[in-house]
């Protein structure tokens, strides 16, 4: 079984700053991991994926994730916030237990993302 | 390339009574899930459909079904809602060529049971 903790529920920031989300797993095998946003009244969109080609992922908007195995985390950064990047965002892990797993995702609780000007 | 199309986006019911939500995935992908979301319980999996097949499900009761047609649209249907049932019920799509093929998601249908 897999799991996500997201290691807080709101983090506040000023525009221009650096961002940091929190996000630890715990997988029984090699972890496919997700970072999905979730602008209000809007749907999941993907921001970024760990594909075990580079522990260091880029993504959209300047965002970047770095997979560290020896703590399971999976941290989401970005060197400075902008004013649209307040949103809702979800860690994400995927089922690997073989094929037909896959299309199981196990969320986060989210953690939501104030930008204050 | 269209995305993925959830009907309706807004819904109300009364309890006791039954809903029916549509997916259409985008074009060429096999593979559809349902997710709930709420306040409290944030974002759960409900099943997985893959070629018709339900594939994994979720810790969710028999009230909560649903199915695959073979053009991959999908359906899922609650019976007997409760007010607990009111939600953002969100579909997902993906070709799940591998375990981190992504998953894209509708905008979602909102539930209101009162």
């Known amino acids: 079984a897999q799991s996500v903790t997201q290691l807080d529920s709101h983090v506040s920031v000023s525009e221009g700053t650096p961002v940091l989300l929190r996000c630890n797993y715990s997988s029984s095998y090699s972890p496919s991991l997700f970072w999905y946003v979730q602008h209000p009244n809007k749907g999941l969109q993907l921001l970024l994926k760990y594909t075990s080609a580079a522990t260091l992922v880029k993504g959209i908007n300047g965002f970047e994730a770095e997979f560290k195995k020896s703590e399971t985390s999976f941290h989401l950064t970005k060197p400075s916030a902008h004013m649209s990047d307040a949103a809702e965002y979800f860690c994400v892990v995927s089922g690997n237990a073989g094929g037909t797993s896959y299309g199981k995702l196990t969320f986060g609780q989210g953690t939501i993302l104030t930008v204050h000007p | 390339k269209a995305g993925v199309t959830q009907t309706p986006r807004y819904l109300i019911k009364t309890r006791g009574q039954q809903v029916t939500l549509s997916c259409s995935p985008i074009?060429?992908?096999?593979?559809v899930s349902w997710y709930q979301q709420t306040p409290g319980q944030g974002l759960q999996f409900l099943f997985e459909?893959?070629?018709?097949?339900?594939?994994n499900k979720g810790n969710f009761p028999g009230r909560f079904s649903g199915r695959q047609f073979s053009n991959s649209r999908s359906e899922m249907n609650v019976s007997t809602l409760e007010l607990g049932d009111s939600a953002l019920y969100l579909c997902a799509s993906s070709s799940l060529l591998t375990g981190n093929t992504e998953a894209f998601f509708g905008q979602g249908t909102r539930l209101t049971v009162v």
């Open positions: 074009s060429g992908h096999r593979s």
């Open positions: 459909y893959f070629s018709e097949t339900q594939r």
